[in-house]
Each structure stands twice: as structure tokens, then as C-alpha cells.
């Protein structure tokens, strides 16, 4: 069903699925490529969803079922981004989406098929997990348009491959099959084309079963290790609200009864 929070794009659309929200970067006319306006509206999306204690997880794709997201609108250019001082303000928004998808309280996975370019791998690299079709073609080309990358961004980057693939990645402006970035570890899992919708869902409820404020706590813990934490969360604390809480209840309750749990978060 359609989510309640509006975007303030139509191009970014939600629907909400017993707990699971998809997110769908929608514009096909330009292989599903992200303008400022799309930029600017994540972050006010993320927040809501991050809010919102019937959402246990998030699955975000591109419309239709050629391209994942073929990077920014390179029509902006030209204008938006013509000049210094608009190109700041552009990779500004930029990265404000970047990490309002990364630092989203909810487990956030990407469903990748086709062209997963420039920015669109970005935003996959925000995610938390990446589940993507053998057909899938990873790239950054930066140093082949003369753009600066963000340097804030550049940490989901480089926790994800490592400093040296990524100076590779960037360098070099090379473009990855499935295999070589499975082999990086940017996916988690990959699939047929056939089979990455029913995969990815799967995943996405497999999570949403599990205790969300569990969940909420090893990600920030785990984003801390690597470097992406949110300043402004505590992970310990986290932690420690786990074991006061009534999930932790249900979990030993449910495993001495021999049943599965059933978790609402509080």
C-alpha cells in the first residue's frame, strides 16, 4: 500500500508492506538518474521512516527493471552545478542523502539490477546491505567527468571495499561486473535476474522478524567500528536499552517455550 509520508519529489515513491517500505528512485526517462530536487528530499524521508515504529526495514530500487540508479542527472551540469560555488551546494545535498541512508535507525538494503553508476553506487553504498542480479554494472566515473566525489562520502566507499579498491575504483573510473563486486564485498548476495525480487524481500522480512532494537543497536555499533557512526548516537546506550526492554522478555520467553517471537520494538 502507498506509505503515508509524501516525498517532496514524485520521483522517490514508498509503499509499505507488513513492516517493509520500499523505496523507489523513479525516473525512467533518464535511466532512473537522481536530480537536486531528489537530492534535497531524502533526507526528510529518511527521517520519517526512521520515526515510524512500523517500519522494521527498507528496500530501495529503481523503477523498472533495467537500471538500479545511473548515477545524478548530468543535464545539471550545466547549470546547478556549473560554477564552485554550485557544485559545493550540489555535492552538499549530495551527501545529506548519502548519510540520512546511512545513519537511518532501520536496516536498509538495496535491490541492484543493470546500471548502478557514479552516484547510484553511492546511494547503494549507503545501504546497509546490497542484493543485486547477476546483470548488474558497478562504476564510479568522477575522474572521467572532472567532478570532486564528497569527501564525507567517500567513507561509505572506503568502509565498504577497503582504501585500496577504492582508490582503484576511483582512479582508474573502471566499471565492475556482479562477480568483481561481490568479490569486493559490496553484495551480500547475488542472484538471477528472476529471483532478486523474491530474494531481496525475503532478506528484508528475515530481518524484520528479528528484534528491532537489537538490530538498531549492532548497526550503530558496527558503523562505528568502521568509522560512519551518527555523532550524535550512542551505541553503548543502545546496547544497554536492549536488556531493559520488553523484547529481551520475549526472546528468553519464546525460546524456552520453543516458539518464535514475536518483537514490537518497546
Known amino acids: 500500500m502507498t506509505y503515508s509520508f509524501s516525498p517532496a519529489t514524485s520521483k522517490l515513491v514508498l509503499s509499505l508492506d507488513d513492516g517493509i517500505v520500499t523505496l523507489t528512485v523513479d525516473n525512467l526517462p533518464k535511466r532512473n538518474a537522481v536530480d537536486l530536487e531528489m537530492w534535497r528530499a ?149 542472484v538471477p535476474d528472476d529471483r532478486l525480487e523474491a530474494t531481496t524481500v525475503a532478506l528484508a522480512r528475515s530481518i524484520a522478524a528479528n528484534a528491532p532494537l537489537t538490530i538498531r543497536a549492532a548497526k550503530a555499533a558496527i558503523d562505528a567500528a568502521v568509522g560512519i557512526a551518527h555523532p550524535d548516537v550512542d551505541p553503548v546506550a543502545l546496547a544497554d536499552r536492549c536488556f531493559d526492554s520488553a523484547d529481551a522478555v520475549e526472546g528468553r520467553t519464546a525460546f524456552l517455550q520453543k516458539r518464535q517471537p514475536v518483537f514490537t520494538g518497546r
Open 42 to 190: 531524502f533526507p526528510a524521508i529518511m527521517e520519517a521512516l526512521g520515526r515510524d515504529s512500523r517500519v522494521r526495514a527498507v528496500i530501495l530500487r529503481g523503477a523498472g527493471h533495467e537500471t538500479f540508479v545511473s548515477g545524478a542527472d548530468i543535464a545539471e551540469f550545466e547549470t546547478v552545478r556549473a560554477d564552485a560555488e554550485g557544485g559545493r551546494r550540489y555535492e552538499a545535498a549530495n551527501e545529506a542523502a548519502f548519510w540520512a541512508v546511512a545513519h537511518c535507525p532501520k536496516p536498509v538494503i538495496a535491490m541492484i539490477r543493470g546500471f548502478c553508476l557514479g552516484a547510484g553506487f553511492g546511494l547503494a553504498l549507503s545501504c546497509d546491505l546490497r542484493v543485486a542480479s547477476e546483470n548488474a554494472v558497478f562504476g564510479i566515473p568522477a575522474a572521467r567527468l572532472g567532478v570532486g566525489y564528497p569527501p564525507g562520502a567517500m567513507k561509505l566507499v572506503t568502509a565498504t571495499v577497503g582504501a585500496a579498491a577504492a582508490k582503484d575504483l576511483f582512479f582508474t573510473a573502471r566499471r565492475l561486473d556482479a562477480q568483481e563486486a561481490q568479490r569486493l564485498g559490496v553484495l551480500q548476495r547475488l
